[in-house]
């Protein structure tokens, strides 16, 4: 009697010890490791793509317009989410002039984007503005410049004309560390293309010569052959010498 009363305990008690046992054992399951998404280095044609739409899009600036420092900075964002952080996006920026700078808010007026716009084809013309700005009096002659009709006609003179050509010369002379700043700048978003081009390929050179670096230091200490490949020892070196007491 005895005996059924604890088979009969047991049949009554199983089901809720299973689902014990069964929740136990959920429980003690792992979860999965998420794996990390490592992004690779883009290549030359991805990071065209990301340049080249960027700047065809950028809002109320045609393509000889003057390029300020805030309007390419979402631009280090998107080469960044697409494997590529710009070394020298700091130098890159200062070579930008700022939003707030005086020639950009001038030349950002009606009147002054008019001018702009006029002075563009002219090989160095926002160049030209930029240093004229330079001397005491410049901010006042430069804006004279430009709300007097036909006042491109001397940026035109200044950048074309072997004579003007000189006369701003004699200018940049006069305001040497300036001048190497001006010379430095980037204007337009050709411009600005070519920078970036030209990071993404030292960045390459960069990236090249650390990973031949890493080849040369894992492989340092290791016998090759004539082909640069790793010797494969022979068993009889890899057998112990005889002691000379045997």
Known sequence: MRYVVLAAVCLIFSPVLSMTVSAQSVKKVPLPHKKEVIQSF???QQVESVL???LDNLKDREETDLISQDDIQPLFKQLEDIGWKVADERELKE???KDKDWLVTTLRTRTGTKFMRKIAEFP???AQLDLMRQSSQGKKEVAGIITTPGGEELIEFLTTSPVGRNT????????RNKSKLVE???YTKDDIHKQFKLSYAA???RQTEQDALSARTSTKGKRTNSKGEPQQQSPAASEPR???EE
């Open 42 to 44: 883009p290549g030359p």
């Open 168 to 175: 701003s010369q004699k200018l940049a002379a006069q305001h």
């Open 203 to 205: 960045e390459v050179d």
């Open 124 to 126: 160095g013309g926002y």
């Open 184 to 186: 430095d700048r980037l």
């Open 52 to 54: 080249t739409e960027y």
């Open 242 to 244: 005889p002691s000379r």
């Open 95 to 97: 070579r930008l002039l």
